[in-house]
């Protein structure tokens, strides 16, 4: 069955860095396009990231362009996100995830995994 494991996270300063991994199987990874998608808490499913089967082509949220880059291991079956420059608003639980839909502000995905939280705080 799909599995996905997020882990990295962690209590960070403002300004500060995470890099996030998320181990994947169950699935064929190297012809996934893959996600990362957040949750603040009290809030919906937000839109982070995205990036094709290959690598080669990359979308960012516009909240975080520019501070984020995702990227991916398709030997290992292991999507990544680095996360600089980091805000108290990035605060969130962070998935990984797979068959998403992205409109607007709405985002819906089949697939996730457990999370791993990410807490932006001085």
């Known amino acids: 069955q799909v599995q996905l494991v997020e882990s990295g996270g962690g209590l960070v300063q403002p300004g500060g860095s995470l890099r996030l991994s998320c181990a994947a199987s169950?699935?064929?990874?190297?012809?996934?396009?893959m996600y990362w998608v957040r949750q603040a808490a009290g809030k919906g499913l937000e839109y982070v990231s995205q990036?094709?089967?290959?690598?080669?082509?990359?979308y960012y949220a516009d909240s975080v362009k520019g501070r984020f880059t995702i990227s991916r291991d398709n030997a290992n079956s292991t999507l990544y996100l680095q996360m600089n420059s980091l805000k108290p608003e990035d605060t969130a639980l962070y998935y990984c995830?797979?068959?998403?839909?992205?409109?607007?502000?709405?985002?819906?995905?089949?697939?996730w995994g457990q999370g791993t939280q990410v807490t932006v705080s001085s």
């Open positions: 995830a797979r068959e998403c839909s992205i409109r607007g502000q709405l985002t819906h995905c089949n697939y």
């Open positions: 169950g699935f064929p990874f190297s012809i996934s396009r």
């Open positions: 990036i094709s089967s290959g690598g080669g082509s990359t």
